[in-house]
Each structure stands twice: as structure tokens, then as C-alpha cells.
DNA sequence: TGCTTGATTGTCT
DNA sequence: GACAATCAAGCAG
């Protein structure tokens, strides 16, 4: 499969405009043990400094935060409840702290791997929806977002889902965390982001409050959360417009 | 299907 | 010392 990789001027756009734009790109990580990659369906803004729930708030700038900072197109990986690793592609420009969070992804390469690296199972049921899925492609419509199929056709078995449909997911399928990947160059490194093969219409874009943000007062209503209306791999806690 | 709760550690006050 | 951009188990219905 030929390399196609998001450049460092898609990502130097102010995060407000670069988050729904990530949507149906294909986020890939080629690992010792085989590549790994899903669709993008729902991500997050963060807007720092002025964003009370961005890490980055007040321009707050310590060790943890300090790749926020950095260029367009790096990795911004943390730890949160201790246990679980979030990713993020850093937005904007050098000096302006802004973060697209990636929240869910439907599984495209490595679905083995995936679900071996989630402890998960899959059965006959669950790979005959993956060959319907992705098997046989052509319908004789005319070329359409890969992201967009997944609402033609039968709701994935729930195992499947369970495989990516939340950040902390994300990373443990994609196989990231924070000691080897945190301030990656996308636009170098083995984690990058291809983009979409059709970019998602508008009208398939929804959007609403950011979630598990209650700590941020006025800003935790601000519409900064973005997903691909009605994908079945959207995160359960907010999947309703 | 939906709610409640405990796990567990880096980070900042 | 408090708490977090989460997840999964357990239980009720």
C-alpha cells in the first residue's frame, strides 16, 4: 500500500478547523509487530491558552505540557486515572498550545493485533461483519468515503466495537503511550496520519460538548467535541447529538 | 442497555 | 494531597 502522509501545513491550522478535518483520515502505527490503523469518527478540540479545560490553560507550560507548544504535526501523549494513555496530534503553530484529542477510531489494518493487544476475542460472527466491511468494496456506486460506509451497512458486532470506540482503546489497540511515543513527528515517524480518501461532507459532521470536563466551568459547554453523525464506533458516552 | 464504582499513577498545588 | 481529556466489571431492570 503506498505512504500517503498528512504534511506539517495541514496541521498548522488553528484547532477549531483542524479537528473536523481529521475526521475519515486513517491514523496508522507501524510497530515491530505489525501496522496497526483505524478511521478517525470522533475527536476533540482543546484550545489552549484561553480553553479552562486544556492542558495548556493560562500557557501553563511544564514538562508534561511542553509538546503542546511545539509545531503543527506532533504526538502529545498522556497519562490519565493512572491507567490509561490518550493521543493527540498537536495543532496550530510553534508557541500556541492547541491539541486535537482522538477519541474514537473504527479498526481498518491489524484487526488481529488489535484485538490481541485488547484482550479481545473475535468469533466467526465477528469476522464475517469485518469481510462484509471491508471484503469485497465494490457496489458499482461512484467513489465515497470509506468512513461513510460503515452507515450502509449492518451495525458491527459489539466485540468489534469494543476494540476502538474510546481514547484510552485507542492507544492500547494502536499499541501508544506516553514513555515511547509522546512528541513524535507525524510527519517522520512511524505514528502519522493519512488523510482522507474523500474528505466528510459537512452535513455528516456533528458536534457538542466536550466530555468529562466538568472541572472547566463555562468552557465545558463550548461544541468542541466532533464526530461522523450516527458512526457506530463513536464513543458510548455521548454517541446522541 | 444503563448506571455506579474502583483501579492506579503522573502531575500540579 | 487531590484529582484527572477513562475503562470495565458488576448489578438492576
Not at 485507542?170 to 507525524?186: F, P, S, Y
Not at 496520519?193 to 465545558?220: F, K, L
Amino acid at each position: 500500500m503506498m505512504e500517503s502522509r498528512l504534511p506539517r501545513s495541514f496541521y498548522r491550522r488553528p484547532v477549531l478547523e483542524l479537528a473536523p478535518m481529521l475526521l475519515g483520515a486513517e491514523l496508522v502505527h507501524e510497530s515491530p509487530d505489525g501496522t496497526a490503523s483505524g478511521l478517525i469518527v470522533e475527536v476533540e478540540a482543546y484550545k489552549g491558552p484561553e480553553d479552562r479545560a486544556a492542558h495548556s490553560y493560562g500557557g501553563r507550560r511544564t514538562e508534561r505540557t511542553e509538546i503542546m507548544f511545539a509545531d503543527g504535526g506532533h504526538a502529545y501523549v498522556f497519562q490519565i486515572y493512572g491507567v490509561h494513555y490518550c493521543f493527540n496530534v498537536v495543532a496550530a503553530r510553534l508557541g500556541e498550545p492547541e491539541a486535537v484529542l482522538i477519541r474514537a477510531v473504527e479498526p481498518v489494518l491489524g484487526i488481529d493485533l488489535m484485538a490481541r493487544r485488547r484482550g479481545i476475542v473475535l468469533g466467526d460472527k465477528e469476522l464475517d461483519w469485518w469481510r462484509l466491511r471491508w471484503g469485497s468494496g465494490g457496489t458499482g456506486h461512484p467513489p465515497r468515503s470509506p468512513v461513510l460506509g460503515a452507515l450502509e451497512i449492518k451495525r458491527p458486532p459489539a466485540a468489534i466495537r469494543r476494540l476502538t470506540d474510546g481514547p484510552g482503546k485507542v492507544c492500547r489497540a494502536l499499541d501508544i503511550d506516553r514513555h515511547r511515543h509522546n512528541g513524535l513527528d507525524l510527519t517522520r515517524d512511524k505514528i502519522y496520519i493519512r488523510p482522507p480518501a474523500v474528505p466528510v461532507p459537512p452535513q455528516a459532521i456533528a458536534r457538542g460538548p466536550r466530555v468529562n470536563i466538568d472541572y472547566a466551568g463555562p468552557w465545558a459547554d463550548k461544541p468542541w467535541r466532533f464526530w461522523v453523525r450516527d458512526h457506530p464506533f463513536v464513543s458510548v458516552s455521548g454517541r446522541r447529538t
